[in-house]
């Protein structure tokens, strides 16, 4: 895989865990040394309120949240700004239509604005990708 895709945030809190290995994530985060990721403006909040979440769960640390922060910033991950009006208007009718969450619409809008395949471990933003035609990035393990 060498184009770039849009990549969203089950795929890449994967990567932080280690009760969430998973053989896609890990190809997904192998395939960033010839790609480069597209995430929606609402990324780095999705970012800390998982890592947060996880602080007061005690399965992270300060400390580890601050190195897997740091490992973020190493990749090439690009993130795209979105005018809030858009964010309310066209998501919001995206996330209705297909029954999805705000968040992980952003994630379908931007694939399909870019005409980027999307990586996901997401179920529910899989089928909806698939109904309207957005590829899926596959790996081959």
């Known amino acids: ?10 795929v890449v809190m994967a990567w932080c865990f280690e009760d969430e290995i998973s053989q896609y994530a890990d190809a997904i985060l192998d395939s960033l040394e010839v790609s480069t990721a597209v995430v929606p403006s609402i990324w780095p ?6 890592l947060l979440v996880a602080e007061r769960e005690k399965r992270l640390s300060e400390a580890d949240s601050a190195r897997f922060i740091a ?14 009006e858009r964010m309310v208007k066209e998501i919001l009718a995206l996330a209705r239509e297909h029954q999805l969450s705000s968040y992980d619409a952003s994630y379908l809008d931007l694939a399909m604005r870019k005409g980027l395949p999307i990586a996901t471990l997401d179920n529910t933003l899989i089928e909806a990708a698939k109904r309207i035609q957005v ?3 596959e790996h081959s393990s």
């Open 1 to 10: 895989m060498s184009e770039n895709f849009v990549i969203d945030n089950s």
């Open 45 to 50: 909040l999705e970012i800390g309120n998982v």
């Open 135 to 137: 590829p899926i990035v």
């Open 71 to 84: 490992l973020l910033t190493e990749l090439p991950i690009t993130i795209e700004q979105e005018p809030p």
